[in-house]
């Protein structure tokens, strides 16, 4: 026991813990001793890592059941929302469970097919391919990261011959989200199309998306929706053009003093139009030739029209004139023989027509005859143009501006007119305003009534008073904290240093007790060993008082020695 106590005091710090009375060092020896057998235990227990998490009690409980087959050792995490096993077999038991079809994920996709039986009937395959498409489906959207369970249900019609007796199908998304996560408006659109692009014939307008709490995502496909985006549409134009005035205003005005709202009138009518126009009568030689016909006729020698009653038959002809001295021949010739209409035919083409026909009249006798068709059609210009209007054109903008006096030393003054001129013509454009549109602007220089009063006092200042009462609640709480360290923390730690200084102090009274008890101990050794020497120095001389004396001769003689040195 002295041994081991020689080996602790080596140790800094074991004088002090023997100091400390008997139940604290009892206290500090349990504590030891349990902190070594859990580092042992812990030393010996293999580490455990994570097999699977976020199982449904379907595959929990299967997986849990072929771990106890196996005689497999398994932990579930504090939240038991996963299942630890042995960390240097984790795959080894991965795979396993695998080759059993562990874990299932919850929902059975096209797994059924493979387990067709024979003999089954056309409506029993049907819902069996039903089951399955809605299986993967659900475990398509499980894949986002939002989503903790999802179900899908189809709603299939039969195939029918009649156009107008089918019906399209529909789906139904049940969606249980993860504690403190929301699906955002662009990620049910996207689980929409998946279903609808994953169901033949199947519209995403036709799909629903409800969330566990049976709230409805998306949006309907009734006027309901289109109300609703049509608002979302008119709040965020009304909402930008608010930020935009202050953007620039708070700057120059200060933040505070300037109050901004925009009503925008928008038009969300659809509008169609189909126009068709011609172009005017063009120039000649640009029009597009669109077909063109010639016709020529010349006869020789035809004789007169013969048997027709009547004085004139009975006439001689008159003189025969040759066309070369006949001006009129060229007009004769268009009259006769010339048919083009002024409306098929341009300027130069008539012109063509009449030098033609001159020179076929000079070729022919006086008794012959010639004749010359021509008729030419243009193509006539058209324009179709079919202009499909967007959707929520803003027809008008009503701005109100409200502008707060400037604080001029101790007293508000109202702006100029440069300065409420110079913020009219800011606003207007930075809300695009527009005169041909109609657009309204009202800009109104008033003192705001909710503006801080600089003349009141500090303490009436309800700021200073709210800070004021923080600070004392702090205060309250640091003197409940020294009251509780001066009532029970101080006087447990002073209780300990005065037991440990008493008990310094004791074995410093042991000490010098023993230390004292050591010196008379000497002191009386020595007087004893003096008597001692001197009973025996008288014992000797009275048995030989002749060797005595020499003794003192000799002493004598070497300090009468001594002497003379």
């Known amino acids: 026991m002295n041994q081991a106590t020689q080996i602790f005091s080596r140790v800094p710090g074991f004088t002090k813990i023997q100091s400390l009375p008997r139940p604290v060092q009892l206290g500090l020896a349990a504590a030891l001793v349990a902190l070594i057998v859990m580092a042992a235990m812990w030393s010996k227990a293999p580490a455990y890592s994570v097999l699977f998490s976020n199982l449904d009690d379907r595959d929990g409980g299967a997986i849990v059941s072929s771990l106890t087959q196996q005689n497999i050792a398994y932990q579930f995490s504090e939240n038991g929302s996963a299942i630890l096993v042995p960390k240097e077999s984790v795959h080894e038991i991965r795979m396993q469970l695998a080759a059993q079809g562990l874990p299932r994920g919850g929902n059975v996709g096209f797994e059924l097919i493979d387990q067709a039986r024979f003999g089954a009937s056309q409506f029993t395959e049907q819902i069996t391919y039903q089951r399955a498409l809605e299986g993967e489906l659900a475990n398509s959207i499980r894949a986002v990261h939002a989503v903790q369970e999802a179900r899908v249900h189809l709603a299939l019609p039969r195939e029918s011959l009649f156009v107008r007796d089918r019906q399209e199908p529909t ?136 048997g027709v009653p009547g004085a004139l038959t009975n006439q001689p002809p008159g003189n025969a004139a040759a066309p070369i001295v006949n001006p009129n021949a060229g007009a ?23 030098n033609q026909l001159s020179n076929q009249a000079n070729s022919v006798s006086a008794s012959g005859s010639a004749r010359s068709d021509a008729t030419t059609n243009y193509e006539v210009d058209r324009t179709i143009s079919h202009v499909k209007g967007p959707m929520g054109e803003l027809k008008r903008l009503s701005v109100a501006v409200v502008l707060n006096y400037r604080k001029d030393e ?114 009386a050794n020595d007087i004893n060993r003096y008597e001692d020497n001197l009973n025996t120095a008288r014992t000797m001389a009275e048995k030989d008082p002749r060797a005595v004396a020499m003794v003192l001769r000799s002493w004598m003689s070497k300090e009468s020695k001594d002497d003379k040195r």
């Open 332 to 354: 004769q010739a268009q009259n006769e023989g010339g048919n083009a209409s002024p409306d098929d035919a341009d300027a130069p083409n008539q012109q063509n027509l009449i």
């Open 410 to 523: 101790n007293d508000f003054v109202a702006l100029d007119a440069n300065e409420l001129e110079s913020i009219r013509d800011l606003v207007r454009q930075a809300v695009g305003y527009s005169d041909e549109r109609g657009d309204t602007l009202s800009v109104v220089n008033s003192k705001f009534s909710d503006a801080p009063d600089y003349s009141v006092p500090f303490w009436k200042n309800n700021d200073y008073i709210e800070l004021g009462m923080t600070l004392i609640k702090y205060l309250l709480i640091a003197l409940l904290f020294f009251l509780f360290w001066r009532i029970v923390i101080n006087p447990i730690i002073q209780g300990l240093i005065q037991a440990s200084s008493e008990a310094e102090a004791r074995r410093e009274e042991l000490d010098l007790d023993r230390e004292r008890q050591q010196q008379a101990q000497k002191q």
């Open 171 to 306: 789906a139904s998304v049940l969606v249980s989200l993860h504690a403190g996560r929301n699906l955002s408006e662009s990620q049910v659109s996207a689980i929409s199309w998946l279903v609808s692009s994953s169901v033949p014939n199947l519209n995403a307008q036709n799909v629903s998306v409800v969330d566990q709490d049976g709230r409805l995502l998306t949006m309907p496909s009734g006027e309901s929706g289109s109300d609703s985006l049509q608002r979302s549409f008119v709040n965020d134009i009304e909402h930008r053009s608010v930020q935009r005035i202050l953007t620039l205003l708070n700057p120059i005005l200060g933040p505070g003093n300037v109050r901004a709202q925009v009503s925008a009138d928008v038009d969300f009518s659809r509008r169609e139009q189909t126009s068709e126009i011609y172009k005017p009568n063009q120039r000649p030689g640009e029009a597009a030739i669109r077909s063109e016909q010639t016709s020529t006729s010349i006869n020789n020698n035809v004789n007169p029209a013969e």
